[in-house]
């Protein structure tokens, strides 16, 4: 069975400054999905970024930005120049194809003003 | 076109009532997905569909759980003799063949057994 971890219960960054979000995930399988998903307090998942395993190149979604290490199993997510909107809880899942996500227990971010 | 939509918003209900939530997933998704989501935690796999067929229900925590797609569209996920433990929000998810790995939620129904 797949598991997801995510060690950092709780972060917060200044306003315009860089984080990052760690993740580590466990799989057998060769050939899988990761993401990162933000819940704001609306409860609605939206979807940040999503790394395919098979691509070796790094994700980029403007200020996001994901470094993937599959030999290390390791997803972690860069936010640069952190706005205020970016609060909100961040959730690392992994997917094989077409099945369901396993979810990590989530990280929740604060950008301070 | 429209994105996933669930109702109610929020339930409330009392220990031993039964309930029943509503996904409506994008129109053309096949594949229907539920999660439960615990206060403070991730959300956790329940059950998948894929048009009519439930084709995985190993995440359904009791018995007391059950979910339908009947005709491969709308799904209701129902509840019966809600326990405290079941409070949650309960979200939705839906997929096409063409983008397996994406899944598009939906806004989540959060239930309180009281």
């Known amino acids: 069975a797949q598991t997801v971890t995510q060690s950092q219960p709780e972060m917060s960054v200044q306003e315009a400054e860089t984080v990052t979000l760690s993740c580590t995930y466990d799989?057998?399988?060769?050939?899988?999905?990761l993401f990162w998903y933000k819940q704001p307090p609306s409860r609605q998942m939206i979807l940040v970024i999503r790394?395919?395993?098979?691509?070796?190149q790094n994700a980029t979604e403007n200020r996001f930005s994901v470094n993937f290490q599959k030999a290390a199993k390791s997803f972690s997510l860069k936010i640069s120049d952190s706005q205020l909107g970016d609060t909100a809880m961040y959730f690392c899942?992994?997917?094989?194809?077409?099945?369901?996500?396993?979810f990590g227990p989530g990280t929740r971010l604060s950008v301070l003003p | 076109g429209a994105g996933v939509s669930q109702s109610p918003r929020y339930k409330v209900a009392k220990r031993g009532q039964d309930v029943a939530l509503r996904c409506d997933p994008i129109?053309?998704?096949?594949?229907l997905f539920w999660y439960q989501q615990a206060l403070g935690q991730g959300p956790e796999f329940l059950t998948y569909?894929?048009?009519?067929?439930?084709?995985?229900k190993s995440g359904l925590p009791s018995d007391r759980f059950f979910a339908e797609r009947p005709e491969g569209s709308v799904s209701t996920l129902k509840i019966q003799r809600t326990q405290q433990e079941d409070s949650a929000v309960y979200l939705c998810?839906?997929?096409?063949?063409?983008?397996?790995?994406?899944?598009?939620f939906g806004p989540g129904t959060r239930l309180t057994v009281t």
């Open positions: 998810a839906s997929s096409t063949p063409r983008t397996v790995y994406e899944q598009y």
């Open positions: 799989t057998s399988e060769n050939n899988y999905y």
């Open positions: 790394q395919e395993a098979y691509k070796q």
């Open positions: 899942a992994f997917s094989g194809y077409g099945q369901n996500f396993v």
């Open positions: 129109s053309g998704h096949v594949s």
């Open positions: 569909f894929q048009n009519e067929a439930q084709l995985d």
